[in-house]
């Protein structure tokens, strides 16, 4: 008798019968399987890492920085004038809380100023932006331009005359003169906001005043808080000047230094004021980052 090959018919479904099979597929490792009677595992897929967050908006370098610093020049401020010898003229303009005073009246004239500008400066570009008004805006913005290009010196100087000395002559002169920046960033921004989006909110069913709430202002909200930022700094240096007409603030530290002559008076109004300028913009910043639709940030 022949001996059968091993490639005959009979004999290799003999040896698949043979073969053990796993009962179920419980008794199966994970990812194995059978195709044709071979046992194939499945590559295991590594695990997707998970999805990064957002980026922190505001970072501990942008909240640390300029604080510590502007805390650093204070102190470096504060030891160099307790360190020198003053004479009677210019203890008598540091002492009695006087620094105190004019710093506080100083930040008075700016806050109240600044909100003004606000109240005044923000609906009047949104009504300039509007169809019914639009011809108007060029008109409106040549006054804000006359109030900006007024010395402002030349500006207290005129409204003395008609309102007289006092603290809200001052801040009426630095209402004229800071509202220029948030009117024309305001309709800049809002003029800037492609007709496709106002157009797709009308067709959706939104009003006039939900598409202006909605969709205009937050698009426009970069603009028009780089806006307030300019006019917060420019109030701070304004407010030196109420010191002419009778508003106080770090502008009378600063005038008596000069008039007396008399350089650690000056040094100190002086930095007192740049460091109120810079913590004004710092906070500002934070506001505008803050404030920006996350949407509209720049990555």
């Known amino acids: 008798m022949t001996p059968k090959s091993p490639l005959d018919p009979e004999s290799s479904r003999r040896a698949r019968s043979e073969r053990p099979l796993p009962s179920s597929d419980k008794d199966r490792p994970p990812g194995e399987h ?92 949104i009504a300039m932006t509007r169809r019914r008004l639009r011809r108007g805006a060029p008109v409106v913005t040549a006054f804000a331009n006359i109030g900006q290009a007024t010395p402002a010196i030349g500006l207290l100087a005129l409204l003395v005359i008609w309102l007289g000395i006092g603290p809200s002559t001052a801040i009426i002169g630095m209402v004229i003169y800071a509202v220029l920046p948030v009117f024309s960033n305001t309709v800049a921004g809002l003029k800037a906001i492609e007709p496709n989006l106002i157009e797709a909110s009308r067709g959706i069913g939104m009003s006039a005043t939900g598409t202006l709430t909605k969709v205009e202002l937050p698009l426009a909200v970069p603009l028009i808080l780089a806006g307030v930022r300019t006019a917060l700094v420019l109030n701070v240096g304004t407010a030196t000047l109420a010191t002419f007409v009778g508003g106080g603030g770090l502008g009378d530290l600063i005038t008596s230094g000069i008039q007396t002559q008399r350089m650690p008076v000056l040094v100190l109004g002086s930095v007192l004021t740049v460091v109120l300028a810079l913590l004004v913009d710092w906070l500002a910043s934070l506001a505008e980052v803050l404030l920006t639709p996350r949407g509209l940030e720049v990555r």
């Open 34 to 125: 059978d195709v044709k009677g071979h046992a194939f595992r499945d590559e295991e897929e590594e695990p997707a890492p998970p999805p990064a967050g957002p980026p922190r908006r505001i970072t501990w370098r942008k909240l640390v920085t300029m604080p510590l610093a502007l805390v650093v020049v204070l102190v470096v401020t504060y030891l160099w004038i307790t360190n020198i010898t003053l004479d009677s003229i210019a203890r008598n303009s540091l002492s009695g809380g006087n620094v105190q005073l004019r710093w506080w009246q100083h930040v008075r004239l700016t806050a109240i100023s600044t909100f003004w500008v606000l109240v005044i400066a923000i609906p009047l570009g």
